[in-house]
């Protein structure tokens, strides 16, 4: 009985020194990645580190003081200005270029494009982080954030764009959670729940494609309400459609280059025995873009003959329409099919970054340089607004490098290989 007793003994008292070691085991190899605490803090000295040190340094106390001070020390909003560079970029430019993951999930599970699935992982995660970065930069451009939550739970106003908007994103934000889940278990060896995780990915991307074309072309929709306010040139009764198929053209065009980024800086992260070429990826993504940029080119002549604003293009705000639809939509979209017709890699990637420039240009032009573009005093960005935008994106940057370096979103984890 004495040796049973000290036998269960053993077991017991080994059994919690069994759970200790494997916490110890997975925080050094997932989390430190399979150094010592002190090591692995000395390689984190590295110049992105340091310049993402430097900016938080500068941009969390300058985000603390606009909470603690209000909109009115912090921005240059007004009444006849509510909207600004929080709006334009953060949330309006930062939903667009978010888009990636439901245009590559709605290639690889709707339209059957499995060679695309290497790239699918990273082009979630980039949206995912996006859309959490578009609640913070919300959060700072609400003048009380607290309530962000009420038109979903509260007090909902069915008849406002905002609240379809509102319930889009946030589902949308939780489908994009859902599709990062079969990585997120695999990195924490969770089996069982990565298999009911897979089990639910077709329907889940469905349901993301669905929301996405809500909430997208909804966001344009909200500019219908201010048909004096927005300049003719960029006011139409399409702009739903515009903002919808110019996130199409933000979605193909960011995952080009943030594909191409990621594969080259962390090469070491590619599973050796799985060769993705993302060259071919990155030529078939251009044709794709190709063709969206050529319609959305039209449909913005469209929006101009219907709204008989042929004469604005004299005027200087004129030259700037020009501007962005010769230089940003024309021009890549002409630069993707000479590169897809000679099969160069290196003109695709130029007119991508082109073209998610372009994207972001009509989002600030739709927020901030046409909206009460007649009026004598306009919106400047406060120093602030440019450095809580900044911060914000640096924040995006380090979390992305830090899932990508830990959990396995360039390629599925050597257990559940082929699994999808």
Avoid at 60 to 73: D, E, H, M, Q, T
Avoid at 124 to 142: N, P, Q, R, S, W
């Amino acid at each position: 009985m004495a040796e049973s007793t000290d036998a269960s003994g053993t077991r017991a008292s080994s059994s919690p020194e069994l759970r200790r070691g494997a916490a110890r085991a997975f925080l050094r190899e997932a989390i430190f990645l399979g150094q010592r605490p002190g090591a692995y803090l000395r390689s984190l000295v590295r110049p992105f580190n340091l310049l993402t040190l430097a900016v938080l340094g500068v941009g969390v106390p300058v985000i603390v003081y606009r909470f603690a001070k209000g909109l009115g020390a912090a921005t240059n909003l007004s009444q006849l200005n509510p909207w600004g560079l929080w709006i334009g970029f953060d949330l309006l430019a930062g939903v667009a270029l978010a888009a990636g993951g439901y245009t590559i999930a709605a290639t690889v599970y709707l339209f059957g494009l499995k060679k695309y699935y290497p790239i699918l992982r990273p082009a979630i995660l980039t949206g995912f982080l996006g859309y959490l970065l578009v609640i913070v930069g919300l959060m700072c451009d609400l003048g009380r954030p607290w309530r962000l939550p009420y038109p979903l739970f509260y007090s909902p106003g069915v008849t406002s764009v905002m609240f379809e908007v509102g319930w889009c994103v946030f589902l949308y934000f939780s489908v994009q959670f859902l599709e990062l889940c079969p990585a997120f278990f695999e990195w924490l060896g969770w089996r069982g729940a990565r298999r009911v995780a897979a089990k639910l990915t077709i329907g889940v991307a469905v349901l993301g494609v669905v929301l996405s074309t809500l909430h997208q072309s909804s966001l344009g929709a909200l500019f219908l309400m201010a048909p004096t306010k927005l300049h003719p040139l960029w006011y139409s009764p399409f702009i739903p459609v515009f903002f919808f198929a110019s996130s199409v053209v933000a979605g193909l065009t960011m995952v080009i280059v943030e594909s191409s980024l990621t594969h080259r800086l962390f090469r070491h992260r590619l599973d050796p025995d799985r060769h993705v070429d993302v060259d071919d990826l990155a030529l078939g993504l251009g044709k794709a873009a190709a063709i969206v940029l050529f319609s959305y080119f039209f449909l913005k002549l469209l929006g101009v003959a219907d709204g008989h604003a042929w004469g604005y293009l004299r005027t200087p705000l004129g030259g700037w329409f020009l501007v962005e639809v010769l230089g940003f939509v024309l021009l890549p979209c002409l630069l993707f099919a000479y590169a897809a017709r000679h099969r160069s890699v290196r003109l695709t990637r130029v007119a991508a970054v082109i073209g998610v420039a372009g994207v972001v240009v009509n989002r600030l032009n739709v927020c901030l340089v046409a909206f009460n573009w007649d009026r004598p005093d306009r919106y400047v960005p406060h120093w602030m607004e440019i450095v809580t935008s900044v911060t914000i994106v640096m924040i995006g940057l380090g979390a992305f490098r830090w899932l990508v370096n830990r959990v396995p979103v360039l390629g599925e984890h050597p257990a559940w290989r082929g699994e999808h």
